[in-house]
């Protein structure tokens, strides 16, 4: 079956514009957490969505947000970019809220110049 | 908050030998631990996990054994190989977001 799919792989975004990244999860899975990976900092949690919701929320400004679809893809927002928004963007799928096991994509390599 | 951390940034062995990547974790309540392996350009991806019921588990050449006296985690990956080198990853989850460690970064010399 299909893993996780993260669009696009990578970005290049100018400071104090905006973007977007999708991330779908493993067909049945119906949870999605997202992640940001820095070199400095490595993986921190951002959010989780499970059933449309936000479920979690970790240390992040309000500038970073998300939703979640009812087919259960979910789509993160950064506004007003700064340069040290450049991470790797990770999506993981799980079957519920709270469940074990995470499946991870690819990422969205985002660059902000 | 409560943080799961590495020991050693770096880990150099020879293809063939094995390797023990350690973790240490402060949340005692832990109860599920997970090792990741993350290569360049891809996401992290599961290799193992275990319980805090468990002290050990085995997979296909790799084995994690769970201290909870010490609160520590570590594993080993038997006869290693080139395509073993890669970022790993040591990430708790309790009810809470997964808490990844710094990670440990595993090259295997030829």
């Known amino acids: 079956k299909a893993g996780v799919t993260q669009t696009p792989r990578y970005l290049i975004k100018t400071r104090g514009q905006q973007v977007t990244l999708s991330c779908s999860p493993i067909s049945g899975h119906r949870s999605v957490s997202w992640y940001q990976q820095t070199p400095g900092q490595g993986l921190q949690f951002l959010f989780e969505?499970?059933?449309?919701?936000?479920?979690n929320k970790g240390n992040f400004p309000g500038r970073f947000s998300g939703r979640q679809f009812s087919n259960s893809r979910s789509e993160m927002n950064v506004s007003t970019l700064e340069l040290g928004d450049s991470a790797l963007y990770l999506c993981?799928?799980?079957?519920?809220?709270?469940?074990?096991?995470?499946?991870f994509g690819s990422g969205t390599r985002l660059t902000v110049v | 908050g409560e943080s799961v951390g590495l020991h050693l940034p770096t880990l150099s062995v020879q293809e063939g030998d094995n390797s023990i990547i350690n973790c240490a974790y402060s949340n005692s309540a832990s109860d599920y631990f997970i090792w990741y392996k993350q290569e360049s350009g891809k996401g992290p991806q599961f290799i193992i996990d275990i319980r805090s019921n468990m002290d050990k588990r085995q997979g296909q050449r790799v084995t994690v054994l769970l201290n909870k006296t010490v609160k520590h985690l570590s594993l080993q990956i038997a006869a290693t190989q080139p395509g073993d080198s890669a970022v790993y990853f040591c990430a708790e989850n309790i009810n809470t977001p997964l808490v990844f460690g710094k990670g440990t970064r595993l090259s295997v010399i030829a």
């Open positions: 969505y499970f059933s449309e919701t936000q479920r």
């Open positions: 993981a799928s799980s079957l519920a809220w709270q469940a074990y096991g995470y499946t």
